[in-house]
């Protein structure tokens, strides 16, 4: 039996043991498969399941995290699907995406003019249903076991049936719940270095996290017993050992 994993910066593969998923993985006793990505939007985010559903890769007794993104993000561009959030990169040098100045402007145009909440809420609703459709053919077909997290508040939770239940978001419980203030997050983001936190979370909130898939109960992301409230620019360096081992860039 195995563990997949699909997702944005939550779920994205980096050099830590005591990742969220590689916990639940190793106390399972089993192998972690991850296909994550910063930045990201749904589409690209189900197109990976999708994959390996249609590749037969799923087996009985598989256990398949898929962390929903912000429905705000649109996979723009095929070969950068990381070019999702024009809120995202529009601070970031271009080089950094190995995109041209053109299709950044395209990516603008598409905020400024063509966007809208109404659209995206109906995008990620119908991705959604996609989502329960695939859940239930993945149980039927292999017996495996697909789990929703979401990591932003979206306008429609995702319950597969008979799949375990997780209300709440990761960036309102996790995320932003770890800071002392929103003063203090405006201030750690504004830095010019990345988020140094693996999957955005403190490393004893990826040991709550895992603690909890584990336990095989619904449960409310709100109501677990995070670290929280102790992150800021005056606490980072006495924190070192809850972030990465290795410099995010």
Not at 108 to 130: F, L, P, R, V
Not at 229 to 247: A, E, G, H, R, Y
């Amino acid at each position: 039996m195995s563990v997949f994993v699909y997702g944005d910066s939550y779920a994205v593969n980096l050099q830590a043991d005591w990742q969220w998923y590689k916990q639940f993985a190793k106390a399972k006793k089993e192998e972690c498969y991850v296909s994550a990505d910063y930045g990201v939007a749904n589409e690209w985010i189900c197109m990976q399941m999708y994959q390996d559903f249609a590749d037969q890769k799923f087996q009985s007794g598989d256990t398949i995290f898929v962390v929903m993104t912000a429905c705000i993000r649109h996979w723009f561009l095929w070969d950068h699907p990381n070019i999702s959030n024009y809120e995202n990169m529009r601070n970031v040098p271009v080089e950094r995406f190995g995109i041209s100045k053109d299709q950044v402007n395209a990516v603008e145009q598409y905020y400024k003019y063509i966007q809208s909440g109404y659209i995206d809420a109906w995008k990620y609703d119908a991705t959604t249903t996609w989502i329960n459709h695939y859940a239930n053919r993945i149980k039927q077909d292999f017996d495996a076991n697909l789990i929703i997290l979401q990591g932003f508040g979206n306008s429609t939770d995702v319950y597969p049936e008979g799949a375990l239940q997780i209300k709440g978001n990761l960036f309102d419980t996790v995320c932003r719940g770890e800071f002392k203030s929103p003063e203090a997050m405006d201030a750690y983001y504004a830095e010019p270095v990345p988020d140094q936190r693996i999957n955005h979370m403190l490393k004893d909130n990826h040991t709550v996290l895992a603690q909890a898939l584990l336990a095989n109960r619904p449960f409310d992301l709100a109501d677990l017993d995070w670290k929280k409230s102790i992150l800021s620019l005056s606490t980072k360096s006495m924190l070192k050992d809850q972030l990465s081992p290795v410099l995010l860039r």
